[in-house]
């Protein structure tokens, strides 16, 4: 059994829905549970259609209609024949979302986002089904829903592993097919009510499904040769990572490299699952590979941008120390506030930390502390992690800029750099 996971870059259009068939369809040997992500940027656009539901803005009408045309015009491209069933069953899937939006929101926003966002997810993988039924690829759509359960933390919702481990197998153990389309992202209360898993959770997805069937190995397709050293936003020339260890990843992951989600690691390294990232454009190439072997980890330093930062110093009014009873309540109000803290460092009567720079909630924040101390920004600061580093990477780097903040150990390097004009 193996897990092949595609992004919504890699099923953005009906090429792109083409071309994962042909991945799909060359894998012969083993069984195969595919999970798929919302086609292309479909769940910004659902986020969209949600805020002008809560906002009982009628422009929502309009909205649905795009995401429905986007979703028919591929269809319209990959199915000469009109009366492919595909067609009636993607108007069944909007319907229920009609109704929706038709009535008045009836929960949380966190509810509500869920029995909508899930939407995209059910569409793509209802599309990729039905193509592969044309092209005579013998599968079977499956409802995570049905199998991947969670409690009911709406958008960031946690999952049940032996429940959810149960079912799996169950669905799975007894298919006829070989191949299995399922969604990413999403899965149910024990309520029956739809929940997700967190932004770009479909990864997460795939390793839940390997690690409750012991897959032999997980892949990622997308639309990069396989985890790079860097992001090609910010670096001319970037290498392939060819073999890193989970340690690594989930480092790299925690930092803030963004090629895989950061949850989906773990359930594979404690089945020693090895995972590939390879790119959809180029499937022969050999991509990267993440398994136990950490022998390679340093071959070639990796950076990691925080763009965006906000670096927040607090002192305290009447020269107290922050001691830790004052540390665990400051930290107790970023949890209530929800922030994550990206670096920090403290000092006798001084702590200073970093968040991406979100306003509303730094508001919050310092409103909830300005009383016991005086609060410093530094805005538009980048946070920048070097693992595995050489001194002549960091001069390099720092050559012009100013640190606010820099913290070192053996293999790891970050800085703090002021937003410098
Ligand atoms: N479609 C969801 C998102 O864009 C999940 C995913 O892509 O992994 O966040
Ligand atoms: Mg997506």
Redesign the pocket.
């Known amino acids: 059994m193996k897990v092949f996971k595609f992004?919504?870059a890699s099923v953005k259009d009906a090429e792109g829905v083409k071309n994962a068939a042909k991945i799909i369809e060359s894998q012969l040997d083993d069984k195969l549970v595919v999970v798929v992500?919302?086609m292309g940027k479909t769940?910004n656009a659902l986020e969209g259609l949600l805020r002008l539901h809560l906002g009982r803005n009628v422009e929502v009408f309009q909205q649905l209609e795009a995401i429905k045309s986007f979703h028919f015009g591929i269809c319209n491209d990959l199915f000469e024949n009109k009366k492919n069933p595909i067609f009636q069953e993607l108007h069944n899937t909007f319907v229920e979302a009609e109704w929706q939006i038709e009535d008045e929101p009836i929960g949380t926003r966190g509810f509500e986002y869920d029995q909508l966002i899930g939407l995209?997810?059910l569409l793509s993988t209802k599309i990729l089904s039905a193509y592969l039924d044309m092209k005579e690829v013998e599968n079977i759509w499956v409802d995570a829903r049905d199998v991947v359960r969670t409690d009911n933390t709406y958008q960031a919702a946690k999952v049940d592993w032996d429940e959810t481990g149960r079912l799996i197998q169950d669905k799975f153990s007894n298919l006829s097919e070989r191949i299995a389309v399922t969604q990413?992202?999403i899965g149910s209360s024990s309520e029956n009510f739809t929940t997700t898993l967190g932004?770009?959770?479909?990864?997460f997805s795939a390793a839940i499904f390997a690690s409750s069937l012991n897959a032999k190995e997980v892949v990622i397709w997308k639309d990069v040769e396989g985890m790079l050293n860097a992001d090609p936003k910010h670096y001319e020339s970037t290498v392939k990572l060819e073999n890193i260890s989970y340690k690594e990843a989930v480092e790299l992951a925690y930092y803030g490299a963004s090629v895989i989600h950061p949850k989906t690691v773990k359930p594979l390294e404690n089945r020693q699952i090895p995972l590939f990232v390879k790119s959809f454009k180029d499937p022969a190439a050999s991509g990267s590979l993440i398994n136990k072997n950490s022998s390679r980890d340093g071959d070639v330093p990796s950076y990691i941008h925080k763009e965006n930062q906000i670096l927040v110093s607090f002192s305290s009014r009447d020269f107290d120390f922050i001691d830790e009873r004052k540390l665990s309540e400051i930290f107790e109000l970023f949890s209530i506030i929800g922030l994550s803290v990206n670096i920090l460092q403290n000092s006798a009567i001084s702590f200073t930390v970093v968040f991406d720079n979100d306003r509303s909630k730094i508001d919050e924040l310092r409103k909830a502390v300005s009383e016991k101390y005086k609060v410093t920004y530094n805005e538009r600061a980048t946070l920048i992690t070097i693992r595995h580093f050489t001194d002549q990477i960091i001069n390099d780097l720092l050559k012009d800029r100013t640190v606010l903040l820099e913290q070192r150990t053996r293999s790891t390097a970050r800085f703090v750099l002021a937003y410098d004009i």
């Open positions: 992004g919504g992500s919302a769940t995209g997810e990413g992202f932004r770009e959770g479909s990864d």
